[in-house]
C-alpha cells in the first residue's frame, strides 16, 4: 500500500520556501497511513508517538543536508525518491527505537509502505551516510 497524498505533496516537500507547518502535517499523515498498514500486518507492531516524531526530525536533517549539497553543485535526487526516503526514515526511527526483534523486517515494511525492499536498503544507506551515521536515536530528540 502506497501512500495516498496530494498531488502538491512532493513540491511541498522540496521547496525549501515552503513553512514547516504545511509539510508535517503530509508527511505525518502518510507514516500514520504506513503505520496503520504495519499493525494490519502485523497486530502486535506498535510504534509510540516519539519514533513518528524522531522519523519527521530524521527526514527534516536528510532534505536539509541533500538541499545544502545540491546548492553545492550536486544533482538534487529526483521527486520520485522521497516515498522511498520516508519509509526509509521510518525504518531508521523504529530501529534506533527499541529491540532489534520489534524491528519489522525489509519485507514487512515493503508490504506496508509500498516502496520496494531494495529502494528502502538503498534509501536507508544514502540517507545514514548523509548525516554521517550521526542519527542518534528517539531519546535524544530533544537534543536535535
Not at 508517538?49 to 546548492?71: P, Q, W
Not at 516502496?115 to 528517539?138: F, H
Request: hydrophobic residues 40%; charged residues 15%.
Amino acid at each position: 500500500m502506497s501512500c495516498k497524498r496530494p498531488a502538491t505533496f512532493v513540491d511541498q516537500v522540496q521547496q525549501p520556501k515552503q513553512a514547516a507547518g504545511q509539510v508535517v502535517p503530509l508527511l505525518r499523515h502518510c507514516l500514520n497511513l504506513w503505520i496503520k498498514q504495519l499493525t494490519t500486518l502485523q497486530p502486535k507492531f506498535s510504534v509510540p508517538l516519539e519514533v513518528l516524531e524522531y522519523c519527521i526530525s530524521v527526514f527534516g536533517r536528510f532534505k536539509t543536508r541533500t538541499a545544502l549539497t545540491s546548492m553545492a553543485g550536486s544533482i538534487p535526487p529526483p521527486a520520485t525518491c522521497i516515498p522511498g526516503e520516508l519509509a526509509a526514515c521510518l525504518w531508521i526511527a523504529i530501529k534506533s527505537d527499541g529491540p532489534r526483534a520489534s524491528v519489522p523486517s525489509r519485507t514487512l515494511l515493503s508490504t506496508a509502505t509500498g516502496v520496494s525492499g531494495e529502494m528502502l536498503t538503498s534509501k536507508e544507506l544514502e540517507i545514514l551516510i548523509a548525516l554521517d551515521w550521526k542519527v542518534g536515536s528517539c531519546s535524544s530528540l530533544s537534543q536535535l
